[in-house]
């Protein structure tokens, strides 16, 4: 690494993108926005596995000719397993905000606070 | 060969029962189904059990990977106490759920109901007997997506709600576990938790190590909802069906503070964690909060659903308190509480389930007179109450009688007056059900001697009566709890 940074440049991206995602699910009221920033959130996390498994110089761990440096498979692997569980959380998190605006009529928390408070 | 077999079976049998159940779809099939393959597990649950109370740790090798390399089941006398208190519970909120579910879940969608019920199961007993970090994080997300479905049951529009926090907070939780386990993996090359074990007390002093122990914390105190971080709780069990309460209440947060236990004495327990960091003195700090917050919050409340929820918050503190203590009178004791409390809240969510089918509602405010008009769902409710607030002759005595013997071990005498008074507040809210249900004048209600059918009542005593029993006679769970106590703590093994 030639860059002047103090520690890998990805693991900088990653933790402004997990605080970015964090902070959309905590501040924002809209239901989807919420999904969205879970989803950011997740992927950082998904960044962090792949940036460790990789070998500088590493190539796709086949057997061939010529390839002496491999990246560690095994992280990718956990992650793809991890993509999958993302994908199944926001399509049941999207589920549930459709339920909720056909029962409610809103996405926006405040306003779905204020109808439950009523009774 | 079948016996070799049965950790792996433990888990593939409700797995490949639960999309059988999209085939059936007919409500009552599926029910019996549903029936068989719980009432299947059950014993095969206490096979493992009795399997290794007798010889000692299983070990269940996927596809015959050696460890650290394949993922390994391991069953000890810990997990194999878990597998029996989640397929038992199991066991009996199915012959109870039916009439319950019959009546609050549109009938297109009870088959839906019961998958769903059976992925949950699967992921429960997944996170209780896998010795893998990472595979732990599959099956904490299995059972964690199919309770967000099964709490977006209930008949309530608020359960929609409540489902939706419950999935932002626990997906949440469970990132912060990937996030942990990923620094773990990061630091040390291994996923295996006997092998992490072995592998991070070399490197504790190490940043990254240190980083993934406050991300597994944290993760694992949402899933277990440990106060602060227990605000999704109150209204998922609330608003979720019936059934799916009592099952939540019973199953799902001792599973997470199992994974807890797990974490905190498998994986960092060589390097003393709770000493190194001050893990320790938070976690007391965090529990004991958690018995006087979720005890006075329950005092409050008007719903005895959300009572019971807040009450939930209080005894998990109990847990935890006794885990941060250490010792293995700590940790037996936490233990044994997670079994009684699966039983006593069990009954107790059972009760208001019978209340709730009879009546339609579970407010205070129409509970006047309630002791008369179902007599036998109330005795079963004030037995389950007697057990919260820890009488003799009931299992929440045992659990608190360990826990201050405990904290009176470790000299710590302000901890077990903590754990009397906050006790004195258990008293105050089950008291107000009590005084409403039996001696208030029922007022404009007609006092019609209006039973619940045998059907719910039947399930209700069995874990009532299971409450009174281990209230009586503890010899079998403590022995349990104490194996498994001298196993995860250092220095206190046998």
Not at chain 2, 403 to 423: M, N
């Amino acid at each position: 690494m030639s860059l002047d940074f103090p520690g890998l440049f990805n693991y900088w991206l990653i933790i402004i993108l997990m605080l970015i995602g964090f902070y959309i699910v905590i501040a924002h009221g809209n239901l989807v926005k919420k999904i969205v920033g879970l989803n950011v959130f997740q992927v950082s996390v998904f960044l962090l596995y792949i940036t460790m498994g990789k070998v500088e110089g590493g190539t796709a761990p086949i057997l061939a000719d010529g390839i002496e440096v491999y990246s560690n498979p095994l992280p990718h692997v956990l992650i793809l397993t991890a993509i999958v569980v993302g994908v199944a959380t926001t399509a049941l998190g999207l589920a549930l905000v459709v339920r909720i605006k056909e029962t409610y009529t809103t996405i926006e928390e405040d306003e779905i606070d204020a109808m439950e408070n009523q009774g | 060969m079948i016996q070799h077999h049965l950790p792996i079976l433990q888990i593939l049998v409700p797995l490949l029962a639960a999309p059988v159940c999209m085939f059936i779809r007919h409500p009552q099939v599926v029910w019996v189904w549903t029936l068989a393959i719980v009432w299947l597990c059950l014993p095969m649950s206490v096979a493992l059990l009795l399997q290794v109370l007798d010889q000692g740790v299983i070990v269940y090798e996927l596809g015959d990977w050696a460890a650290p390399w394949g993922i390994e089941y391991r069953v000890d006398s810990l997990n194999a106490f878990i597998l029996v208190i989640v397929t038992m519970i199991a066991s009996v909120v199915v012959p109870y759920g039916r009439t319950l579910v019959d009546s609050e879940i549109p009938a297109s969608r009870i088959y839906l109901f019961y998958a769903m019920f059976l992925l949950c199961i699967t992921g429960l007993l997944g996170i209780a007997i896998t010795g893998d970090a990472f595979n732990l994080f599959v099956f904490l997300e299995i059972s964690s997506l199919s309770t967000y479905v099964l709490v977006s049951l209930g008949k309530d529009r608020r359960a929609l709600t409540a489902a939706y926090r419950y999935l932002i907070m626990g997906t949440i939780g469970a990132t912060f576990y990937i996030i942990g386990v990923g620094l773990l993996y990061m630091a040390t090359g291994s996923l295996n938790i006997v092998d992490l074990g072995k592998l991070v007390p070399a490197m504790a002093d190490h940043r990254t190590i240190q980083a993934a122990l406050a991300f597994l914390t944290v993760g694992l105190a949402l899933k277990a909802a440990l106060f602060p971080l227990h605000m999704w709780l109150p209204n998922a069990y609330a608003f979720a069906p019936s059934v799916v309460t009592v099952f939540l209440a019973a199953t799902a947060t001792k599973v997470a503070v199992y994974a807890f236990i797990r974490v905190i004495f498998g994986i960092f327990g060589d390097i003393d964690v709770l000493a190194l960091l001050p893990v320790r003195y938070l976690l007391m700090l965090l529990a004991v909060a958690a018995m006087f917050a979720g005890s006075a919050v329950a005092i409050y409340q008007n719903d005895a659903k959300r009572l019971l929820a807040y009450s939930s918050i209080a005894q998990i503190g109990y847990m935890i308190l006794g885990i941060s203590m250490d010792s293995v009178t700590g940790v037996a004791a936490g233990i044994v509480h997670l079994f009684n409390h699966a039983l006593m809240k069990g009954g107790l969510f059972m009760a208001l389930g019978a209340i709730l089918y009879k009546t339609g509602s579970v407010d205070l405010r129409d509970m006047t007179g309630m002791g008369r008009r179902m007599p036998f769902t109330m005795a079963a409710f004030v037995v389950g109450g007697l057990s919260l607030i820890g009488v003799p002759l009931t299992a929440g005595f045992v659990s608190k009688w360990y826990l201050i013997q405990a904290a009176l071990e470790a000299g710590w005498w302000p901890l077990a007056v903590l754990i009397v008074l906050s006790s004195l507040l258990a008293v105050i809210y089950v008291w107000r059900i009590v005084e409403i249900a039996y001696f208030q004048p029922g007022g404009q209600l007609p006092k019609i001697y209006d039973r619940a059918p045998l059907k719910l009542l039947i399930p209700m005593w069995v874990l009532t009566g299971a409450t009174i029993y281990f209230g009586i006679d503890a010899t079998t769970t403590m022995d349990i709890a104490y194996t498994a106590a001298k196993a995860l703590v250092p220095g206190g093994a046998p």
